[in-house]
C-alpha cells in the first residue's frame, strides 16, 4: 500500500499569503495525484487532478506540482473561503489512498 | 446537474449488517466507475471499494475486504454497498463518489454525495 504523508499537519496563514502544502508519496505514483478540499459538514471537492491540472471551476489562485514521490499545492493567494483541510490521493495504485490531511487555519 | 444522494446509514450493532444506497442522476450512470470513501468522526478520509461502470469488477481496501460488498443496478442508475460482520471502527460518514474520467479509469472524485453515518455501537 501507498502511504501518503502530507506536511505539515496544520498551516497558520493570514488572507492574502501563500500557501504552500506537502504530499509525500512512500512509493513513486508518477503524476496521479490529485488533491482536494474539505471545509466542516462538506464532502470533499476535487481541486486538482493528475498533480498538475485544475478541475472544473476551480480558481487559478490553486495550483499543483510534483512528480515521482514530491508533490505540492499552492495556493496563491489565501482567499477567506480557502480555510479548510486539504486531502491528497494516489491513484497509481490499488488500494486508492489519501493522505492524513492538512488543516488550513486562520492566524 | 450531477447529483448522488447516500442512504441507509443509522446505528447498528456490532456483528449486525447494514446496505447503503447512492442514487445517482444527472450523468450517465454506467459510464463511469464509481467509488466508497468513508471518513471516520474527526479524522481523514479513507478509500473503502470501487466498482467499474459495468459492474464487472470490483476493489476493496484490505480493512473491509470479505464482509463489504459493493454493487450498482444499471436500470435505478443505484449504487449499493452492502456491510456485514460490523466493527466499531466502521463507524463512519460513508461517502459514494463518480470517477471523473470514465467506467473502468478509478481516478480521481469529481462529484460526491452528502455522505450517511454509520454508527456501530451496542
Known amino acids: 500500500e501507498i502511504v501518503l504523508t502530507q506536511s505539515p499537519a496544520t498551516l497558520s496563514l493570514s488572507p492574502g499569503e501563500r500557501a504552500t502544502l506537502s504530499c509525500r508519496a512512500s512509493?513513486?505514483?508518477?503524476?496521479?495525484l490529485g488533491w482536494y478540499q474539505q471545509k466542516p459538514g462538506q464532502a470533499p471537492r476535487l481541486l486538482i487532478y493528475?498533480?498538475?491540472n485544475r478541475a472544473t471551476g476551480i480558481p487559478a489562485r490553486f495550483s499543483g506540482s510534483g512528480s515521482g514521490t514530491d508533490f505540492t499545492l499552492t495556493i496563491s493567494s489565501l482567499e477567506p473561503e480557502d480555510f479548510a483541510v486539504y486531502y491528497c490521493?494516489?491513484?497509481?495504485?490499488?488500494?486508492?489512498?489519501f493522505g492524513q490531511g492538512t488543516k488550513l487555519e486562520i492566524k | 446537474e450531477v447529483q448522488l444522494l447516500e442512504s441507509g446509514g443509522g446505528l447498528v450493532q456490532p456483528g449486525g449488517s447494514l446496505r447503503l444506497s447512492c442514487a445517482a442522476s444527472?450523468?450517465?450512470?454506467?459510464?463511469?466507475?464509481m467509488t466508497w470513501v468513508r471518513q471516520a468522526p474527526g479524522k481523514g478520509l479513507e478509500w473503502v471499494s470501487a466498482?467499474?461502470?459495468?459492474?464487472?469488477?470490483?476493489y476493496y481496501a484490505d480493512s473491509v475486504k470479505g464482509r463489504f460488498t459493493i454493487s450498482r443496478d444499471k436500470s435505478t442508475h443505484t449504487l449499493y454497498l452492502q456491510m456485514n460482520s460490523l466493527r466499531a471502527e466502521d463507524t463512519a460518514v460513508y461517502y459514494c463518489?463518480?470517477?471523473?474520467?470514465?467506467?473502468?479509469?478509478?481516478?480521481?472524485?469529481?462529484?460526491w454525495g452528502q455522505g450517511t453515518l454509520v454508527t456501530v455501537s451496542s
Open positions: 463518489a463518480k470517477d471523473r474520467i470514465c467506467r473502468d479509469c478509478y481516478s480521481f472524485f469529481d462529484y
Open positions: 444527472g450523468f450517465i450512470f454506467s459510464s463511469y466507475a
Open positions: 466498482i467499474s461502470g459495468s459492474g464487472d469488477s470490483t
Open positions: 512509493q513513486s505514483v508518477s503524476s496521479y
Open positions: 493528475d498533480a498538475s
Open positions: 490521493q494516489q491513484r497509481s495504485n490499488w488500494p486508492r489512498t
